[in-house]
């Protein structure tokens, strides 16, 4: 059965540097999604991407966060100077159509310290 | 604006017992209403979903019931299974494909 892949499961990173989440979508699928869960929080739509471009991003989405679809296959997460707060799990998603059920990977646990 | 909330966990049973999660939300329209279950070490997984009130979404013994008089989506299964133990997760959408979500709610069954 096809799923969504992310790597590492878990990331350990010092504040200020830049961390890279990784992820393989589902290979028909053409609309893909980060979200975040801070712990004991809720999980948080962070962005979506659509035809290389962003489509929607919340305001947690600010100039440290990018996302980018490097070679058709991969889909990724930068987080250029990471802040003790951006440590939660990520998760990515991808869904066929909009609208349509998306499907999650395993997610990947950051943790700043 | 849009939110979900949830009941707080764990939810403790015994196996065989019946399980209700509260879900309820608010929304400026008429959302679609999710569960999803996250077993251990995994993504999550879309369980069930009803997209217009008085719509019953049901999927491996769960159901839950899309009312709009009471904002709510609670999640019921009838007899629990230890396989059923994982975190479950309401969530909406309006007029949009971005999922909001509770914060989830941790079931452990028990033999």
């Known amino acids: 059965e096809p799923e969504v892949t992310q790597t590492p499961s878990h990331q350990v990173t010092q504040m200020g540097q830049e961390v890279i989440l990784r992820c393989v979508p589902i290979?028909?699928?053409?609309?893909f999604y980060w979200y975040r869960q801070i712990l004991g929080q809720k999980v948080e739509f962070l962005v979506s991407f659509y035809n290389n471009e962003i489509s929607e991003k919340s305001e947690i989405f600010d100039d440290q966060f990018s996302v980018e679809r490097p070679d058709g296959s991969n889909f990724t997460l930068k987080i250029r100077s990471t802040k003790l707060e951006d440590s939660a799990m990520y998760f990515c998603?991808?869904?066929?159509?909009?609208?349509?059920?998306?499907?999650f990977g395993q997610g990947t646990r950051l943790t700043v310290v | 604006g849009n939110s979900v909330t949830q009941m707080e966990g764990p939810v403790t049973l015994s196996e065989e017992a019946f399980l209700t999660i509260n879900c309820t939300y608010t929304a400026t329209g008429y959302p679609s209403l999710f569960w999803y279950v996250q077993y251990p070490g995994e993504g999550l997984q879309l369980l069930l979903k009803?997209?217009?009130?008085?719509d019953k979404g049901s999927n491996k013994g769960f159901e839950a019931t899309y009312r709009k008089e009471t904002t709510s989506f609670h999640l019921e299964k009838g007899s629990v299974q230890v396989s059923d133990s994982a975190v479950y997760f309401c969530?909406?959408?309006?007029?949009?494909?971005?999922?909001?979500f509770g914060t989830g709610t941790r079931l452990q069954v028990f033999p």
């Open positions: 969530a909406l959408t309006l007029n949009t494909d971005k999922l909001i």
């Open positions: 998603a991808s869904s066929e159509g909009w609208g349509t059920e998306a499907f």
């Open positions: 290979s028909n699928h053409l609309y």
């Open positions: 009803a997209t217009k009130a008085d």
